[in-house]
């Protein structure tokens, strides 16, 4: 009653508006209406009746509410991926080059595997977030760029200096202008790699030397042989063929 009253107080104050109320039928039912009311002056300025256009909205309140569960849904999904993700929109200068990003949404697995906080972020532009981004080897501004103005998906893996971590990452162009990335922290992966690969160069430098030892040892046994025989001696040690 008291949102009637105040949307009444409203009508005479703005001359018109808009309220969407519930009938309730004999039977209990409620069915949504939305009212499109008009105050009617008497020619002098005094409002005299009220005219309104009342329309059962029930289709679009039930087309709302499935919107309102899917985006929900939805909504749940992208705050539990394992994955980061992010949608930007690049920045161009006046020549049309990608000088720039901006973070429009991120989820809690980005802030997780960056250390960047969502309050942080939005709405800011990426050199602001991460000083000297738009010096690092990568060239991730022109990369994103182009998958932005392009529309053009990419995957690849590459270091982030400003982070000081190995990325795994798919960006792709929901809307160009924009791009949204995908990606996974593979740091532990990376540096396993490494001293996996640092451990089959010892490995094969420990196999060269022993090689070499093995051949040194088998030349010396041949000079103690040919030494023997032309002492009249048997040779001492045997010598594969």
Not at 20 to 39: H, N, R, S
Request: proline residues 3%; positive net charge; charged residues 35%.
């Amino acid at each position: 009653m008291e949102r009637a009253e105040n949307f009444i107080k409203k009508i005479l104050k703005d001359n018109s508006g808009t309220i969407e109320l519930e009938l309730i039928c004999k039977d209990g039912q409620k069915i949504p209406f939305e009212y499109q009311v008009v105050a009617l002056d008497d020619g002098n300025g005094e409002t005299k009746n009220l005219f309104s256009i009342g329309r059962n909205i029930t289709e679009r309140k039930k087309s709302e509410y499935v919107l309102k569960e899917s985006e929900e849904k939805y909504r749940g999904l992208f705050n539990n991926m394992s994955n980061g993700f992010a949608l930007h929109k690049i920045v161009l200068n006046e020549n049309k080059v990608p000088i720039d990003y901006t973070f429009i949404e991120i989820n809690e697995a980005f802030e997780n595997q960056t250390g960047l906080k969502k309050r942080n972020i939005i709405g800011k532009n990426v050199t602001k977030v991460l000083p000297g981004i738009e010096k690092d080897a990568t060239d991730w501004i022109r990369i994103y760029g182009k998958v932005a103005l392009t529309q053009e998906s990419i995957h690849f893996e590459n270091f982030a200096e400003p982070l000081n971590r190995w990325y795994s990452v798919s960006a792709y162009c929901p809307q160009k202008g924009y791009f949204a990335t995908i990606f996974e922290d593979i740091t532990k992966r990376k540096q396993t790699e490494e001293k996996l690969k640092s451990r089959n160069k010892e490995l094969e430098t420990w196999a060269e030397v022993a090689t070499n030892r093995e051949l040194f040892m088998l030349d010396l046994k041949k000079e103690i042989n040919e030494l023997l025989e032309k002492s009249g001696k048997k040779p001492k040690y045997k010598i594969p063929i």
